[in-house]
């Protein structure tokens, strides 16, 4: 057996059971936590596909916004673990068991119809991949799709602003508010 | 690959766990040494020949010591949190060149565990785990202290990752590999200052790279947790932080995680900005020897910066370490690598005279009008004074 499929098959046992565990798991940080484990194996599985820079990013970007995530399960949720996921949206269960459901029977009759599995490895893919994977990706990101790239990066960034000008204006009210009742005698 | 590679490759992976182990060993004591210098002590002088064993013989108190776990700690998480703070620092090591190669059965054996083609990545992917490191502990250990300390501190960390990134983006535009070997080899040769022929340095990444690196140095100083940014552990603030309640071989492997840390930061350091384990190899009987030699005299000496950094700056206040990083790093880290494109790409597309030419028409007019109003000003002022 090759060396790539004894770390597949030593991966994707571990990748399957984290993803259902972190579906059972009651508590958010141990759920955050084995959702990072099946990232980190899917990040390995990214490798073995001969993509070294996917992985990098897979494991900087996903474990990084995992990390986010994780301060604010901390900080909303407070130091005392316990039972804090209630269900709060009316009619959430059926409806999610319902999508499953269809998802389910999608995935079914996708594999049963033959999609998603390719026979043979890509077409010239060691000839698209010869001077890195990362120098490749890279042409093809800033010389034939520039300007979306550039689009979308103009998109997060005002995104981002944004939620942050919103934010702050929230932030100012409630000061505000706060110091005109200061000012008037309301609050000791 | 046959049973021989694979037995030079087990051994490689050995050797270099060992050598950082007793790199870390010497690190220590090398640190308590100088900051007692600084504070005209004498430092650790018992344990071995002028104290050098004093870390050796700490390693083996936590080791006996009680591992205590808190009642109120989340088990599972409390017993991961120290093995994940501090194997991403080994892991990260893995691609760091220090030497050429060595000749041995017949094989060359690279100084280098191993050479991928993503280097720079796979340093910033592994600096991400070793934050869940620090954050675990301190939310596992069920306490407000390590709480506040771990949150401080992923805060810190997640910020100057940015700044950090930034200014390996810089090194990686000006030199066009990723790999740390052909970054290595990009450094190669000299420079000829001034254009003379005389008065030759080393293409070293510092100097053309200057801001970068200094960019690259205090947010070494802070995603490591060193003193001025040890925010995450103030004891005047928050007890020890983080590992507050960890105990005996777990707060060890935290200690040893905060130092193999800090040496593969310096290597980087080393590989990235100065030349790696390139130097002035003079004529020697064994030539893997020099390069080694080089690699091991540039780290001490980053080393020595960090400590001295250490021993003089006092810690920094926490909101000002954030808007430090934010507003005063990551702005300049942007402008940096902006101009490091605009130097690699220009010439290239215009030829090196137009461009030289360009930027000092440029400069020269926003010199002029950013001192325009200054000098009415001082004009001004010396009416109102007369």
Partial sequence: ?188 | MDLLDWVLLVARVVIVFFALLIVVMVLIWFERKVVADMQTRVGPMRAGPRGVLITLADGVKLFFKEGITPTNADRPVYAIAPILAMFPAFLAFAVIPFGTHVHVFGRDVPFQLADINIGILWVLAMASPNVYGIVLAGWSSGSNYPLLGSVRSSAQMISYEVGMGLSLVAVLMYSGHLSMTAIVDQQAGVFHLLGLGWLPFPRWNFVPQFPAFVVYLICSLAETNRPPFDLAEAETELVAGFHTEYSGIKFAMFYLGEYVNTVTVAAIAVTLFLGGWRGPAYPAVIHWFWPLLWFLLKLVLVMYVYVLIRATLPRMRYDRLMSFGWKVLIPFGLVWVLATGAVVVLPEVYGRRAVLVGAAAILGTVLLVSSLPALFTAGKKEQVRS
């Fill in chain 1, 1 to 188: 057996m090759p060396l790539d499929n004894v770390v597949f098959w030593v991966f994707a046992p571990i990748a399957v059971a984290s993803a259902i565990a972190m579906l059972v798991q009651r508590n958010a940080v141990h759920a955050a936590l084995l959702l990072i484990v099946n990232f980190f194996c899917i990040a390995v599985f990214y490798l073995l596909l001969g993509a070294p820079f996917l992985f990098a990013v897979q494991v900087i970007v996903y474990a990084g916004a995992i990390m986010v995530l994780f301060l604010f399960v901390i900080m909303l949720l407070g130091v005392d673990r316990g039972d804090t996921l209630r269900e709060r949206l009316v009619g959430q269960r059926p409806a999610a068991i319902g999508l499953g459901l269809a998802l389910a029977l999608e995935v079914f009759f996708a594999v049963r119809a033959g999609v998603g599995f390719a026979a043979k490895a890509p077409v010239g893919f060691e000839k698209v991949n010869a001077g890195g994977n990362a120098q490749a990706l890279a042409r093809v990101l800033f010389r034939d799709y520039f300007f979306p790239f550039e689009a979308t990066s103009v998109l997060l960034i005002v995104a981002a602003i944004a939620a942050m000008v919103l934010a702050q204006r929230k932030a100012r009210a409630i000061t505000q508010a706060g110091a005109e009742a200061a000012g008037r005698g309301e609050v000791a």
